[in-house]
Each structure stands twice: as C-alpha cells, then as structure tokens.
C-alpha cells in the first residue's frame, strides 16, 4: 500500500470532502485512518472522504466513508464533486456520467453554466427500505425522544433521512436533538437528521446533523429528502430551492417512482499529498 498519496479537496455548497482517485493509486484505508485524516487540526479536515474505483457496470464506482470512518451508500454533494473531479482529473472526456454507489446507479452531468445536476433515483418511503421501524409507511410519524414527541417524515434517498420542521432553523435543537435522533432505537442503521423550514412553497432553509460526521454546511442527500417529504405532504411544490448554511441546492421532483433532480455547485479547494505515516 502506497503511504503517500495525492488528493483533492473539494466542496460542494459547504460540504467537504477528501478525494482520492483509487485507480490509479489503489489503496485500502482503516476506518482509524479515515479518522484521522478527517480530524481537521491533526489532519485534512473534511465531513466526507470519497474514493474513485472502476466498475464493472457504470463508468465509475465511488465509495464514501463519513468522518467518523463508517461507509455509507450515497452522497448528494459528493456526486457532483465526484463528476468535477473525474473530468478534471483526465478520467474521461464525457460530462455526464453513470456512477456506482452502494445504493445504486446515478448519473451525475456538467452543466454548461459550471453547475451539476445529478439524477438522485426515486425516494423510497416503505419503513423497510429506509430502515425505520413503523407498521406501515406514512407521510409523518411520532418519534419519542427524552420523553419528548417530535413529528418527523422518514425517507431513504440510498441513505436514511429524519426530516422536522421547524419555525426557526437558526435557533432549532441541531446539535442535541440532532445527536439524540442519529442514535434512536427506531433507526437500525443511524440516520442522518434534517432541520426545515418552511418560507414558501418553493422555498426551504434546511440544517442537517448528518450521520457519523454531526452537522455539515448543507447534505445533497437531506436537501432530496426534506423538498420530496414537504411535496409529499402537500406542503412544497416542485421544484425547491433549498438555502443550507453552505450554499444554495435546487431539487425537482415529479412524485412516485419518479427520481429526484438535484442542482449545485461543485467546486476544487487544492491539491496535496500526504503521508499516511505521518498523521
Ligand atoms: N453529505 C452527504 C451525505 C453523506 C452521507 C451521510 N452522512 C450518511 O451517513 O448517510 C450528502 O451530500 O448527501
């Protein structure tokens, strides 16, 4: 295994991320190393680190580990940086891509204004697929936390999302209750947290305490899931811009079965190596 390796710093609408084209330097990273390369005083610093593969069934295959080391299946910011950085890097000449998660295949696309629009696949409601435990799928359930109840929607977007909402989003319980829900019984494989607020009805401002990285200047995949749980419910119309602390992200959604369209920025910060011996 190679102990110096280059990278990229990229993010996207405020969400950061460590890139590592694992092609042409194939590497296997501990979750203890992610750790620490995450750790943004004794390492690089980032929320997400996200590694380029071949695949045999898309162009590419990327896998995403949060900062506390755990892989996940989807990344809405990181597809777009993904596809910057695959053109960027040489990798291919075309500007729209099929990509291979864990969750699926997603086409993110360049877009002549700098922008990326990625198709997200269709959410899924059903308490199994998210996984969330409920009889039945419904546009809203009652969460017990502290002995508190909270009202939330459930959808998986190739990852669990939680999705309140709230008056206030600068003054909502982001931290706390954000924490309390990424752990509750209810959710078997954690989930990632999302804080909504309604303007009108095209409109949201959106936090998100994510899954095994805490609260990110703004989640592609929680922007998906708060503007189709606000459509579902009758609340939002499509399409939603979604204001995240980081930036701005659009998202277009037909209803059932139909995919998610999320817009956003993709932007490279620098360039480095660095030796895994020495951190
Ligand atoms: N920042 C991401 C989501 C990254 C994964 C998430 N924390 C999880 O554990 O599912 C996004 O932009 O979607």
Not at 159 to 176: C, F, G, K, M
Not at 214 to 224: D, H, N, S, V
Not at 257 to 277: H, K, Q, R, Y
Request: hydrophobic share 40%; glycine share 10%; charged share 20%.
């Amino acid at each position: 295994m190679a102990k110096t390796i280059k990278f990229t710093k990229m993010q996207g609408a405020g969400n950061d991320f460590m890139v590592i084209d694992g092609v042409t330097q194939p590497i296997s990273l501990s979750a203890d190393t992610i750790k620490k390369l995450a750790n943004r005083q004794f390492g690089i610093g980032f929320d997400q680190l996200l590694l380029v593969e071949s695949s045999a069934v898309a162009d590419f295959k990327y896998r995403i580990f949060n900062a506390d080391g755990s892989e996940v299946s989807q990344c809405g910011n990181g597809a777009r940086c993904f596809v910057r950085f695959v053109v960027d890097q040489g990798l291919t000449h075309q500007r729209e891509i099929s990509v291979e998660t864990a969750s699926g295949i997603i086409t993110p696309k360049l877009e002549a204004h700098g922008l990326v629009t990625v198709n997200m696949g269709a959410p899924r409601f059903k308490p199994d697929a998210i996984p969330f435990v409920a009889e039945s799928a419904a546009n809203s359930y009652v969460l017990e936390v502290n002995n508190q109840a909270h009202n939330i929607a459930a959808v998986s977007m190739g990852n669990p999302h939680a999705v309140l909402i709230v008056d206030d989003v600068e003054t909502a319980p982001v931290q706390s209750l954000g924490a309390a829900i990424e752990y509750h019984p209810r959710f078997p494989e954690r989930v990632n947290v999302g804080f909504m607020q309604i303007m009108n009805e095209h409109h949201i401002k959106l936090r998100v305490f994510e899954r095994g990285s805490g609260e990110t200047l703004a989640c592609g995949t929680g922007a998906c899931a708060a503007a189709v749980s606000g459509i579902q419910s009758g609340r939002l119309s499509s399409p939603v811009k979604v204001s995240a602390r980081g930036g701005e992200l659009s998202i277009a959604w037909q209803g059932t079965d139909t995919p998610v369209m999320m817009t956003g920025p993709a932007v490279t910060v620098f360039t480095g190596e660095i030796d895994l011996d020495a951190i």
